[in-house]
């Protein structure tokens, strides 16, 4: 049981390049969520997803986008860089939603955009 | 806008002593109050947490306190070791089926001196 994974742990983009962060979880959780996480400023949510197929954007949804075509995936994708996009990006599931539900979440992934 | 203000931002604390962490919100319709704690390079981990029918909780060395009238609770860590240094964010989130968002606090970093 591996539980939340991502991939890369670290990137360098250059400005205006793209990529795609990945997430994976093997706790069949249905709840599954992307934050960045900025110095000082606590962790803030992207986007979630309360099963496959079913999207929707969280606090701070400008810059990225998110498919769920299984229970396990959940990728990040950033189109066309920013530097205000460099911060770590944390992938988190959970079985149910909110405050019935603990988040598990992934190791991170360090993004720096120059 | 902070949903949940959280101070201090840092904290040193000698072995043996005790750490507290305060955290505020305004949102009446919070019901739910994680504290998560992050080592370096890793991704939050639940430590403890209270919904506001109780006014504290225990596990251990650590005891969250909550003050429903003052919108407040804290998190102290008794007998602290140099183990429990690390990064602490509370959180706060409302319950229901629905969807429902986690709001975390800016993040405290203690670091207990041995």
């Known amino acids: 049981n591996a539980g939340v994974t991502q991939t890369p742990k670290f990137r360098i983009l250059k400005i205006g390049q793209s990529m795609t962060l990945q997430c994976a979880q093997d706790?069949?959780?249905?709840?599954m969520y992307w934050y960045r996480q900025d110095p000082g400023m606590g962790l803030k949510l992207i986007y979630y997803s309360v099963g496959a197929g079913i999207t929707d954007k969280g606090e701070v949804p400008n810059g990225y986008n998110v498919s769920r075509s299984t229970t396990e995936d959940f990728p990040l994708r950033l189109e066309l860089a920013a530097p205000s996009q460099t911060s770590v990006y944390f992938c988190a599931s959970s079985l149910v939603s909110g405050s019935l539900g603990e988040q598990y979440f992934g190791p991170g992934t360090r993004l720096t955009v120059t | 806008q902070q949903q949940v203000k959280q101070s201090p931002q840092s904290l040193i604390v000698q072995k043996g002593g005790i750490s507290i962490i305060n955290c505020a919100y305004e949102?009446?319709?919070?019901?739910?109050f994680p504290w998560y704690q992050q080592f370096p390079g890793k991704g939050p981990a639940l430590l403890i947490a209270i919904r506001p029918d109780v006014s504290e909780k225990k596990e251990g060395r650590f005891t969250i306190s909550f003050n429903k009238s003052a919108k407040q609770f804290s998190l102290h860590i008794m007998d602290s070791q140099p183990g429990d240094s690390a990064t602490y964010f509370c959180a706060a989130s409302s319950g229901g089926a629905n969807f429902n968002k986690f709001y975390f606090g800016s993040g405290t970093k203690l670091n207990v001196k041995p």
């Open positions: 949102n009446t319709a919070f019901d739910y």
């Open positions: 706790m069949n959780h249905n709840y």
